[in-house]
């Protein structure tokens, strides 16, 4: 099985003591007498103050039935933790890290990822879109990135998941 990382969701750990990106999944386990939840799951990051990604987050979690995916704020503890300044930087960018850790997907390549692991239609709306070139693919991707805001507004925090939610989410 996959090696996992503990997140705990109830004690905030110093960014101090976090490891910075690079360190692979076994190195950070975050201490608590409280319930810890464990990364076994690919995590999508998002930009937690985009009206598009929020409601991107909204659509792929109604259609995630298995919870299969975790998700996570480009701007939160988590991202911090697990992805480079750079990424964290471009909030642009949709950042997809499968449960292994291996290899992080980035913009149309992490909507393609997202898309296999929901149930059909859009599974096999992940395989069409795969098919188109990745230079395309991004070409749209960066289209509809760059005019997001003005198209589906700017929250001024991050989204605040229900209570349903949380389990699903990570700091």
Same mark, same amino acid.
């Given at each position: 099985?996959?090696? #996992?990382?503990?997140?705990?969701?109830?004690?905030?750990?110093?960014? %101090?003591?976090?490891?910075?990106? =690079?360190?692979?999944?076994?190195?950070?386990?975050?201490? #608590?007498?409280?319930?810890?939840?464990?990364?076994?799951?690919?995590?999508?990051?998002?930009? =937690?103050?985009?009206?598009?990604?929020? #409601? %991107?987050?909204?659509?792929?979690?109604?259609?995630?039935?298995?919870?299969?995916?975790?998700?996570?704020?480009?701007? =939160?503890?988590?991202?911090?933790?697990?992805? #480079?300044?750079?990424?964290?930087?471009?909030?642009?960018?949709?950042? *997809?890290?499968?449960?292994?850790?291996?290899?992080?997907?980035?913009? %149309?390549?992490?909507?393609?990822?997202? /898309?296999?692991l929901m149930t059909f239609?859009?599974?096999?709306?992940?395989?069409? /879109?795969?098919?188109?070139?990745?230079?395309?693919?991004?070409?749209?991707?960066?289209?509809?990135?760059?005019?997001?805001?003005? /198209? *589906? =507004?700017?929250?001024?925090?991050?989204r605040i998941p229900t209570?349903?939610?949380?389990?699903?989410?990570?700091?």
């Amino acid at each position: 099985m996959n090696e #996992s990382v503990a997140v705990d969701q109830t004690v905030q750990v110093a960014s %101090s003591e976090l490891p910075r990106s =690079g360190a692979s999944p076994g190195e950070y386990q975050a201490e #608590s007498s409280e319930k810890s939840l464990v990364i076994d799951k690919p995590i999508l990051f998002f930009d =937690g103050i985009c009206g598009l990604c929020n #409601s %991107s987050v909204d659509f792929a979690i109604v259609r995630d039935k298995n919870a299969r995916v975790f998700y996570s704020p480009l701007q =939160g503890e988590t991202a911090k933790q697990l992805l #480079s300044e750079e990424d964290i930087q471009h909030v642009d960018t949709v950042v *997809f890290r499968p449960a292994d850790g291996s290899h992080l997907y980035r913009r %149309s390549a992490a909507v393609v990822r997202l /898309l296999w692991l929901m149930t059909f239609p859009w599974n096999f709306c992940g395989s069409i /879109l795969w098919c188109i070139p990745l230079p395309i693919r991004d070409l749209g991707y960066r289209l509809i990135a760059g005019s997001r805001y003005r /198209l *589906f =507004g700017k929250h001024e925090t991050c989204r605040i998941p229900t209570p349903e939610e949380r389990t699903r989410f990570l700091p």
